[in-house]
């Protein structure tokens, strides 16, 4: 079976974005779906939905990968999970270590969408010699004393940091050296490595900052209409606290117009009005 270190993906000799890069798998999970339900083909229209991003953009990044599909039938659904498969390099077998089994280095390991995807867990390490031997998602974890070992005997060419932020740096320094050449990390702390290695991070911590601010901004909009409408129904009311004196200050007047009009021929009111 083909290993990551021997086959890498052929993304960026084929001159795909990386923004493309980065919504490939986006597509992928929505065809998995739709082949699960054993949907044959689909629109771009739908599958831009189910991906989130607008068809025009789906069509141009499948034109990347050659794929126009079909007017009037749209995309062959299986063929594109090959597709998209095959352009990320899931195809083959991925060797992962996993550095770090703390609560998320054990729930990553027991994540079951690696095996599904190309991803093989190689091997789970932790620092603490009391979790040698310790099983997590049916393998035993290892010291880190075995970490060049333990890659280089299975060809490990991405790694996993879920380490302590502290601890991070140490650790990649040694995956990198060890020949990893992709690396996703967990820890909350950036990682400098040499030209040459990928770093992905994930935080999500970050992401809850970004969530928490749109959620500022939207409370922020709805106080700004409330005022609005305030202003509004205050305007409204002062409106009619004119208009209401307006009337007040012509009303004597009518009246005084009212009783000259009715004076007689002397200018004196008539006690009875002529039958």
Same mark, same amino acid.
């Given at each position: 079976?083909a290993?990551g270190?021997?086959?890498?993906?052929?993304?960026?000799?084929?001159?795909?974005?990386?923004?493309?890069?980065a919504r490939?798998p986006?597509y992928? =999970?929505? #065809?998995?779906?739709?082949?699960e339900?054993? !949907?044959p083909t *689909?629109s771009?229209e739908e $599958?831009? &939905?189910a991906?989130?991003v607008?068809?025009?953009?789906?069509?141009?990044?499948?034109?990347?990968?050659?794929?126009?599909?079909?007017?009037g039938?749209?995309?062959?659904?299986?063929?594109?999970?090959?597709?998209?498969? =095959?352009e #990320?390099?899931?195809?083959?077998?991925w060797p !992962?270590?996993i *550095?770090?089994?703390?609560? $998320?280095? &054990?729930?990553?390991a027991?994540?079951?969408?690696?095996?599904s995807?190309?991803?093989?867990?190689a091997?789970?390490?932790?620092?603490d010699p009391?979790?040698?031997g310790?099983?997590?998602?049916g393998?035993?974890?290892?010291h880190t004393?075995e970490?060049e070992k333990?890659?280089?005997?299975?060809? *490990?060419?991405?790694?996993v940091?879920?380490t302590?932020?502290?601890a991070?740096?140490?650790v990649c320094?040694?995956?990198?050296?060890?020949?990893?050449?992709?690396?996703?990390?967990?820890a909350?702390t950036?990682?400098?490595?040499?030209?040459?290695?990928?770093?992905?991070?994930?935080?999500?911590?970050?992401?809850?900052?970004?969530?928490?601010?749109?959620?500022?901004?939207?409370a922020?909009?709805?106080?700004?209409?409330e005022?609005?409408?305030?202003?509004?129904?205050?305007?409204?009311?002062a409106?009619?606290?004119t208009?209401?004196?307006?009337?007040a200050?012509?009303?004597?007047?009518?009246a005084r117009?009212?009783?000259?009009?009715?004076?007689?021929?002397?200018?004196d009111?008539?006690?009875?009005?002529p039958?």
């Open positions: 079976m290993t270190r021997t086959h890498r993906p052929a993304t960026r000799s084929r001159g795909i974005p990386e923004a493309t890069v490939l986006l992928l =999970r929505a #065809l998995t779906a739709l082949s339900r054993s !949907v *689909v771009s $599958l831009a &939905a991906a989130g607008n068809s025009a953009k789906l069509r141009k990044d499948f034109s990347y990968l050659g794929s126009y599909g079909t007017r039938v749209g995309y062959d659904v299986e063929y594109l999970v090959y597709q998209i498969s =095959r #990320l390099g899931l195809t083959q077998d !992962v270590v *550095v770090g089994i703390g609560n $998320l280095g &054990a729930a990553l027991n994540y079951g969408g690696f095996a995807r190309g991803f093989r867990v091997a789970l390490i932790d620092a009391n979790m040698a310790t099983p997590v998602a393998m035993p974890v290892q004393d970490l333990i890659i280089a005997d299975n060809g *490990v060419s991405i790694g940091i879920s302590p932020a502290g991070a740096q140490q320094d040694r995956l990198v050296a060890a020949g990893v050449t992709s690396i996703l990390n967990f909350p950036v990682l400098s490595v040499p030209d040459g290695v990928d770093v992905r991070k994930v935080d999500l911590s970050i992401e809850l900052q970004i969530l928490a601010f749109h959620e500022q901004r939207k922020g909009e709805e106080a700004g209409a005022a609005v409408v305030a202003d509004a129904v205050a305007e409204a009311a409106a009619d606290v208009a209401a004196g307006s009337a200050e012509a009303a004597p007047t009518a117009a009212e009783n000259t009009d009715r004076k007689g021929p002397d200018g009111v008539p006690a009875v009005m039958a």
